[in-house]
């Protein structure tokens, strides 16, 4: 490919990961000296947001489900905290597609198209079993029919679902099993009130409460990095003072489970 590539007889536009780029790409000199590379870096929260809102219309028609700004912003902050393993936009599109799938699936509007073409059809067997004189069959195709025309009764061409405001935290649900939805109290309550809970179930804990609850609520004041973790904690002491309650107690407060 070098010679071609040199002599302009070819013309490649190509897209790898970085780590494959390392370790195939980089590895061929000649070849990588015909290419200019470009990196390309994850969008931020907002860019996110903003791709969110432009290709959400695509669900409308798809799927006839509405997504709101709130749906969208938790498409984008919730898999910022639960998959910081994979990058935006790529898994907040896929959080959303997967909660108007779901809301599509649990929700789904008639086909009148089809549903009408199969009244015709049945009507055509009923006059067929009439014909025959097998008015039991005529009668359960009648019943069949009145069926399909309660089902279009009261459609309409505008018919949409509207997702609510936890749609992304069930489909959060789904994917990683932590119960976010269930999690009632906001963020800031429930930070306030951190202390207070910790302290009602592990008692004698203070301080070590008190160090873990500032830990945990000065990562929310943004002094660290949003995709960061909250914070990774070890306790470590005698065995018998609580250190594996106060580990459960903890992860019941933050995850909920």
Known sequence: MNPALSRGVVFVIGATSQYDSRNTFLKN????????????????????????RVIRNRYVKQDNVVLPDTVTIAAVDFPVQYFPQRCLP????????LSAAHLAAHHSVPDVKTITADSIQLTDTQYTTVADEDYEAARNVQTRIAELQKLTANHKDDLKVNAAANAGAKSVERLSGVPVSQMGASD???LKEMNAGL??????????????SRAIRRNHTSCYASNRPFGSFLFVGPSGVSLTELAKLLTQDMLGS
């Open 199 to 212: 302290n009602g179930h592990a008692i004698g804990q203070y301080a070590t409460v008190e160090a873990v």
């Open 29 to 52: 000199v000649a070849l990588a000296l015909r290419f200019y590379v470009v990196i390309v870096i994850a969008p931020s929260a907002h860019d996110t947001f903003n791709i969110l």
């Open 188 to 190: 800031i309550e429930r």
């Open 90 to 97: 790529d898994k907040a599109v896929d959080l959303t597609d």
